[in-house]
């Protein structure tokens, strides 16, 4: 890569009358006046003193500092922190290190709550004030990605990668390489992704980055799939199980990942849903745990496994219930739905869908909306046409001519292996587990 120009600030909102403004209106759209006006004053006391700094005849800081009140309980450490630091007129490089690191927690958490722009801001700011620290470059670039700022996020992250590379950051170096393969996917350029992609992990392999060998390798799997290649997919999920090593916490988002591919692509239920059993043990995040609920009870159905489906459909109803969150209900009652579909129950699958689109509906989930709407206008009356029973049973009459039978199920059964985390006195491994090698 050649050595890249600086990208200059990344403006957020160039054309607001009241600089920084959208930080109120994102928090507020999250259910969080009093905390975006608070992050509004920090965001704004932070520029000011940066430009203190760089012009002494700028204005400066007011002694009082920012009215907390516990709004924000996840920051209520790195807040207080920053409001002393900013105060200091003079800062020595431990302080400008201290400052930026306060800027970059308050960016993830903004950008965990879904506030992009503000976390946006919150990385330009951390970045400014600690320049030489490639990975706020990093984070720049990937928030300006998932903006779909596509420039910005390529000139960002191909800075990061320079930066990083000039002071022997090879994990950022390599995250940075990520990025832009995740942009070019994005963007559609699936031969480009894919030679980023795999830059990756020659990178990271020749630094000796296991973990981030295994995210390139799963990248991989996903992008083989898109390009009609399943062979090359499950042959790069081997390698991904070698790469992590077994007991890592990354095998559970890859055996997740495989087993809805088949499910979902190719029909293989019995595989999928063996691995999603497996996942049971491991997966407990409440979001997460509801989608396994369902995509096994999809699975199970077209499998023929129909008290497993009898389980897995009280389990996620009665889940769905005690989260009032409603994260990804939506998503899992769209698979209860089909799942319903596929053993003929129409009314457990108008159930389901019907409650899918009030959800998506309420919460803004186009795609989720779309699917909802087509599976009620299947099941749609008192009488069932053909049209509506080819529409739930497409997942029995899919076929997986291109996958063996063999293939899925050796690497659903190394899967499951790969999820146990070995109990003795091995000491090598991210769980203390001795490295594997596949065939």
């Given amino acids: ?48 003193w940066l430009a203190a700094i760089a012009a002494p005849e700028a204005p400066t800081l007011a002694e009082e500092g920012w009215k907390l009140d516990g709004l924000v309980p996840e920051l209520a450490v790195s807040l207080p922190v920053l409001d002393r630091l900013i105060r200091d007129p003079n800062p020595d490089p431990d302080t400008l290190e201290a400052v930026a690191v306060a800027c970059m927690h308050v960016g993830l958490w903004a950008e965990d709550v879904a506030a992009g722009h503000t976390a946006l801001a919150f990385f330009q700011a951390a970045e400014d004030t600690d320049g030489e620290n490639p990975h706020y470059a990093y984070n720049l670039g990937r928030v300006a990605r998932k903006l779909a700022r596509y420039d910005e996020a390529e000139r960002w992250l191909k800075w990061a990668h320079w930066v990083a590379r000039g002071a022997a950051r090879w994990d950022v170096a390599t995250l940075a390489l990520s990025g832009l393969g995740n942009l070019h996917r994005q963007r559609g350029n699936l031969p480009l992704a894919m030679r980023f992609h795999r830059a990756t992990r020659r990178f990271a392999r020749k630094h000796d980055l296991r973990t981030l060998e295994g995210d390139a390798l799963y990248d991989l799997v996903g992008l083989s799939f898109d390009f009609g290649d399943p062979q090359q997919g499950i042959a790069y999920a081997w390698r991904a199980i070698q790469a992590y090593g077994p007991g890592h916490t990354r095998i559970y988002r890859l055996a997740k990942d495989m087993a809805w591919l088949w499910m979902d692509r190719f029909g293989e239920f019995e595989n999928a849903a063996v691995v999603f059993i497996a996942l049971l043990d491991h997966v407990w995040e409440p979001k997460h745990r509801i989608t396994l609920y369902a995509s096994l009870a999809r699975a199970a ?61 309420s919460r803004g989930e186009g795609d989720m909306v779309l699917l909802a709407e087509s599976i009620l206008n299947s099941v749609h009356g008192d009488v069932i046409g053909e049209e509506a029973i080819h529409t739930f049973c497409q997942d029995r009459q899919q076929t997986a001519t291109n996958l063996r039978d063999e293939d899925t199920t050796a690497l659903a059964t190394a899967l499951m292996g790969a999820m146990g985390v070995r109990r003795d006195d091995s000491p090598i491994g991210p769980a203390r587990t001795r490295p594997v090698t596949f065939a």
């Fill in 1 to 48: 890569m050649c050595h890249p120009r600086y990208p200059g600030p990344i403006q957020v909102d160039p054309d607001e009358r009241i600089p920084y403004l959208y930080v109120t209106r994102e928090l507020s759209e999250a259910g969080m006046d009093e905390a975006g006006l608070v992050l509004w004053q920090v965001l704004r006391d932070v520029r000011t």
């Fill in 301 to 361: 159905a077209c499998a023929g496994w129909r008290d497993v489906f009898e389980r897995m459909w009280i389990e996620s109803w009665a889940t769905i219930r005690q989260q009032p969150l409603r994260d990804f209900h939506a998503v899992a009652l769209t698979q209860l739905a089909l799942g319903a579909g596929c053993i003929a129950d129409w009314e457990r699958a108008r159930m389901a869908a019907t409650e899918a689109l009030r959800i998506a509906q």
